[in-house]
């Protein structure tokens, strides 16, 4: 076993608003997939299958943990995931196996500051961050597409950029850390 199914509980408590608990899971694992046929062939190539099949039961037991939490039908579901296909969002697909129509599921999209430079016009990112596929797969979801971004190792500013200097809230990192 790699993952210690015991909770750990962090409890938050104010007057002025309702209790909650919060309880952190293992993060999934993408492992590798597997050729048909290939087992343990000696050498090198036989220790690489061997970590493999060792990754994949990892990963295999970190969903199956993730999956038994969220079974409580009292739990609402964060959601974390980083994708660029609203149709094909891996981490959705384990959560719907506890929560079909996300109806206990807030969806939150993380890295949005990697994402931007990869959109073609205004108007493509616009669609994005609207969403329109998940409401239609996921009329009931209680909440999201909600987006993150934590840049730290990325708010420095390009060694070669003269021109906007304002552009940039921190000159680097460290700047970015000690605020």
Not at 115 to 134: E, M
Not at 157 to 165: E, V
């Amino acid at each position: 076993r790699c993952f210690d199914p015991r909770e750990i509980n962090v409890r938050m408590e104010y007057k002025y608003c309702p209790n909650m608990i919060l309880i952190d899971t293992p993060g999934l694992i993408a492992a590798p997939k597997i050729p048909k046929g290939r087992g343990g062939a000696p050498g090198s190539a036989g220790q690489a299958a061997a970590q493999q099949r060792a990754l994949l039961a990892s990963a295999r037991e970190a969903e199956r943990l993730v999956v038994s939490k969220m079974r409580c039908p009292d739990y609402l579901i964060l959601c974390v995931e980083d994708t660029m296909d609203w149709k094909h969002g891996a981490t959705r697909e384990i959560v719907q196996k506890a929560d079909p129509d996300l109806s206990r599921t807030i969806i939150v999209n993380t890295k949005l500051d990697t994402k931007v430079p990869q959109f073609g016009s205004p108007p493509d990112l616009a669609d994005y961050l609207r969403a329109d596929i998940v409401d239609k797969l996921s009329p009931n979801k209680l909440g999201g597409p909600f987006f993150t971004s934590v840049p730290s190792g990325r708010v420095r500013r390009p060694q070669d950029y003269t021109s906007h200097a304002e552009d940039f809230l921190f000159n680097d990192d460290e700047d970015f850390v000690s605020a």
